[in-house]
């Protein structure tokens, strides 16, 4: 991938780790409720979801490059687990100083017009939008309100789970209640705009996964036009496959480029937002859900009607893809944010917000 | 796994954001305030203001004029001017180019009489690449050069030539041997051509947006110095990959009609509306992705390296996105009822979705892309 400074011997590791344990198989089961606990252990073993959190606060503080490649690699081998979900917690953990328990935490945000208040006895009670992963996270992370602003507070996940959905790669949505659950630990400081912080991030995230994906899928097309035949040869050799294929490489190289772009963008300001930072990732997002789309319709076009089966491979990405592509901001709400940015300045010039 | 195509992100050094800045100045200062003073797109006095500000050749050598610059740089001070609209056309072949085809291949007493006039943005280059029956199919070029007591004699015809009528030399791809049974790339040749060499015809070929950018150029046993060969004789194929990764992948291939895109913010600007806001938001974030893959094969070629499928592949997924934009724009704001007074809007959006079918097919039509693109993936 193109972020430069990336350590090969980790995205080695890391592959080896992924490719062996993802599988359809595995995708499958889980989206029947299995919870897969010795693979998320080998994960958890290599550290992966504590990328990005300092060392005295619990992580293994690999430099940032390195958490945005671990994401890539997840969507890359369409693991069915939620190593992107707590590398995003963990963002938000490093920037409220608050130590992590050796276990999964996850982020969860309050619904829409809903806010979180400690109790007099230090406990919260209320819910949590719906979430995905959260009934398997022993801990979360949350935006409580108090009278100095709003904190992230850190809960043990012993309330209700009701498990209320699937995205569209069948991994469970939930939703947490708890009552009177015991604040672990505030962070000191005001953490002012949690949402745009999520969403920043989230939204960078899982581009890299859906540009992961796209790569996996631009791969499975190359090997299956050169083994399968038809009408005497290989699909491969057909012109019209040809251009089909070019065209999906010409996608998924936008796709991972902005995303790595943004990456870059992201860990230059050090996860705060800025113009230039919030086009970078606007873009990519944008690119990760139009291009996506564009990837999908043309792998599936390519394999024909074993594409379209459970059984076979493809399917888990593509609906990967679909899925991630809504979550912090689908190509739409970034789009609005992106004109909107450039209509509220003074003057409406383009071109330095492109490339400046 | 592989990986098959990668373009790194580029995080472009400060001190190039200093250059940026110079340009923008520059730009102020003589182009802007006074545009009308500055007709067509191909304008002499503007390219010979650009030489004087040393905006032409900035990778060059110095011994020729040159400023050894990056290029990185000199891609900086390109998409600067094409963001603005400049008339840059009259220097871009000869700088983007034909220079670097000089340097690498000329005579030492050709690279010093031609390179500081180029630099000097006074000496303009065409290719002479197609012909009336060979297009894509560039190997199948007739227009032939012979070896004779002076030194070549040139006959044919090159078609689609643009700027021919204006520049002072062609660099042309003539046929000087057949092609072999095991290379049919085999028995091209590149020739410097001066265009005021007697038994050249230029015939300007009008457009269907109004414009004679492009003629057909007429060779009646033009006879040419034999130290005008470039390069191996026969061998014209193996020097043209890196010389196609320059024509291909830059700023050009997705800010050609950036004007129109420009045209659709102001209105958006003046109609902030919820809806136009996201649509205009799209086709920014697109320009955004195409120029970062453009600046990331500019660093490839920083680097040395002769990137063919990259820039094949910014060239296909840009030139589409540019070529659809005019008629995107249109449908994002033709059913405004306010659209009356916005005229700049309407011209622009007239007057590029004229000149779009062209941009699929100039420097590489979208088929012969995906051909290269198909190879770099293994398929053929």
Request: charged share 20%; glycine share 8%.
């Amino acid at each position: 991938m193109g972020l430069s400074n990336t350590d090969t011997l980790l995205t080695d590791a890391v592959s080896k780790l992924l490719g062996n344990i993802s599988s359809n198989e595995l995708c499958l089961a889980v989206e029947k409720g299995h919870w897969p606990a010795s693979e998320w252990a080998q994960v958890v073993e290599m550290g992966l979801p504590m990328a990005w959190l300092p060392e005295n606060l619990g992580g293994i503080e690999l430099p940032l490059e390195e958490g945005f490649t671990i994401a890539r690699l997840a969507g890359r081998y369409g693991t069915p687990l939620p190593i992107a979900d707590a590398l995003i917690a963990s963002a938000i953990a490093t920037r409220a100083k608050l130590k992590l328990p050796d276990a999964l935490v996850l982020f969860a945000n309050t619904p829409a017009n809903e806010t979180l208040v400690i109790n007099s006895d230090e406990s919260i009670s209320g819910r949590c939008s719906v979430t995905t992963f959260t009934n398997h996270a022993q801990y979360l992370l949350l935006p409580v309100e108090t009278s100095t602003g709003s904190r992230i507070a850190l809960i043990e996940n012993s309330g209700n789970q009701s498990v209320v959905g699937q995205t569209m790669a069948g991994e469970p949505r939930c939703e947490c209640v708890f009552e009177k659950a015991k604040v672990l630990a505030l962070s000191d400081e005001e953490f002012s705009d949690v949402q745009k912080t999520i969403d920043d991030i989230g939204a960078v995230v899982r581009s890299q996964q859906i540009a992961g994906a796209s790569e996996a899928i631009l791969e499975m097309c190359v090997n299956y036009v050169n083994i399968r035949e038809q009408f005497g040869r290989p699909i491969a050799k057909f012109q019209a496959i040809q251009h089909h294929l070019a065209a999906l490489a010409g996608e998924v190289a936008s796709i991972a480029c902005t995303a790595d772009v943004a990456s870059l963008s992201l860990i230059k300001n050090n996860f705060n937002s800025s113009d230039a930072v919030d086009i970078a990732i606007a873009s990519a997002k944008v690119r990760a859900g139009t291009s996506g789309a564009e990837v999908i319709r043309i792998a599936h076009q390519v394999h024909g009607a074993i594409g379209f089966t459970e059984e076979y491979d493809l399917q888990r990405f593509t609906r990967r893809i679909w899925s991630w592509r809504e979550e912090f901001g689908n190509e739409m709400i970034w789009s609005r944010r992106l004109g909107q940015l450039v209509t509220n300045n003074e003057t409406p010039d383009l071109w330095p917000l492109v490339c400046d | 796994m592989k990986t098959f195509i990668e373009f790194d992100a580029v995080e472009l050094p400060d001190h190039l954001q200093v250059t940026r800045e110079r340009v923008r100045e520059f730009l102020q200062r003589e182009y802007l305030p006074n545009k009308s003073r500055f007709e067509g797109s191909f304008n002499p006095e503007f390219s010979r203001l650009c030489g004087e500000a040393g905006y032409i050749g900035m990778t060059w050598p110095k011994q020729y004029g040159g400023a050894e610059k990056s290029f990185l740089e000199r891609y900086i001070v390109c998409e600067e001017m094409l963001a603005a609209g400049a008339p840059v056309w009259a220097h871009w072949v000869a700088d983007r180019q034909s220079g670097s085809v000089l340097l690498a291949y000329a005579s030492e007493e050709i690279k010093q009489n031609l390179i500081p006039k180029m630099v000097a943005g006074e000496c303009y280059f065409c290719i002479g690449l197609s012909e009336p029956d060979s297009g894509s199919d560039l190997f199948a070029a007739k227009a032939s050069a012979k070896e004779c007591s002076e030194g070549w004699a040139l006959n044919g015809t090159k078609l689609w030539t643009s700027g021919a009528r204006q520049a002072h030399y062609m660099i042309a791809l003539m046929r000087t041997d057949k092609p072999t049974e095991e290379n049919r790339r085999h028995g091209l040749t590149q020739f410097l051509v001066p265009m005021d060499t007697p038994g050249i015809t230029v015939r300007p070929v009008r457009n269907m947006a109004g414009d004679s950018e492009f003629n057909e150029v007429h060779f009646d046993n033009v006879i040419i110095p034999s130290g005008n060969a470039l390069g191996e004789i026969n061998g014209a194929w193996k020097q043209a990959s890196k010389e196609l990764a320059y024509e291909r992948s830059g700023s050009e291939r997705f800010l050609e009609i950036f004007s129109v895109l420009q045209a659709l913010a102001n209105y958006v600007h003046k109609n902030p509306k919820i809806h136009l806001q996201e649509a205009l938001g799209r086709l920014v974030a697109d320009l955004y992705s195409f120029r970062q893959m453009s600046l990331s094969v500019a660093m490839m070629l920083e680097r040395g390296k002769a990137p063919m499928v990259e820039a094949a592949l910014v060239k296909d997924v840009a030139t589409l996105w540019q070529q659809a934009l005019p008629e995107r724009v249109r449908s994002i704001v033709g059913g405004e009822s306010d659209f009356g007074d916005q005229h700049q809007l309407r011209g622009e959006i007239d007057y590029m979705l004229k000149l779009a079918p062209k941009l699929t097919i100039q420097g590489g039509t979208t088929e012969v892309l995906r051909g290269i693109i198909a190879r770099g993936l293994g398929l053929r």
